[in-house]
């Protein structure tokens, strides 16, 4: 296909483009010159959910909503500081040159890539630990039932 345009059920579909960026920056262009010290405290500590959005691949975006959830959370204390003292720009350079702002920033980042990372295998081990012993269950279920009434009740014999 040429450019971004993409084949849907014989119908060419536009797949946002530069215009799709372009045009929600432009609309917020000023309200960041407005919250001028938010988006200089707020942009270089959201780093993680931008390299996130850019490595996610994936039509779900989880790993996106994952990291910037979390990175989000730990950049607010850094704003609600520099929205309850004073919203000024040597607010924000002071707190941008605190390391523990930085590093909760980055620690909510990374923290949710091994969430991100890390839940897959954790729940596929779950589910097949479970299956395992309900299948043990059924079993044992099974056994009780023919001894009670016989080996008619269950059929025939899969072992």
Same mark, same amino acid.
């Given at each position: 296909?040429?450019?971004?345009q993409?084949m ?6 536009r ?16 309200l /960041?010159? *407005?919250f @001028? ?6 942009? +270089? !500590?959201? $780093?993680?959910?931008? &390299?996130?959005?850019i ?8 790993l996106?909503?994952a990291v ?16 309850t ?10 707190l ?12 909510? /980042?990374g *923290?949710? @890539?091994?969430?991100?990372?890390a839940?897959p +295998? !954790?729940? $596929?081990?779950?589910? &097949?630990?479970?299956?395992?012993d ?16 016989g080996?008619?009740v ?6």
């Amino acid at each position: 296909m040429a450019g971004s345009q993409q084949m849907t059920k014989g119908k060419a579909t536009r797949r946002g483009g530069a215009a799709g960026v372009l045009l929600p920056l432009l609309a917020l262009a000023p309200l /960041g010159y *407005l919250f @001028w010290p938010t988006v200089l405290l707020a942009g +270089p !500590l959201l $780093a993680p959910t931008l &390299a996130a959005a850019i490595v996610d691949r994936s039509r779900q975006r989880y790993l996106t909503y994952a990291v910037g959830l979390l990175n989000l959370a730990c950049v607010l204390p850094a704003l609600l500081r520099l929205w309850t003292r004073s919203h000024d720009r040597a607010t924000a350079l002071a707190l941008l040159a605190d390391s523990e702002t930085w590093i909760l920033a980055f620690l909510g /980042g990374g *923290l949710a @890539w091994l969430v991100y990372v890390a839940m897959p +295998p !954790l729940v $596929a081990t779950y589910f &097949a630990v479970r299956s395992r012993d309900r299948l043990a269950d059924l079993h044992k279920r099974r056994e009780i039932l023919e001894k009670n009434w016989g080996e008619e009740v269950s059929g025939p014999s899969e072992q």
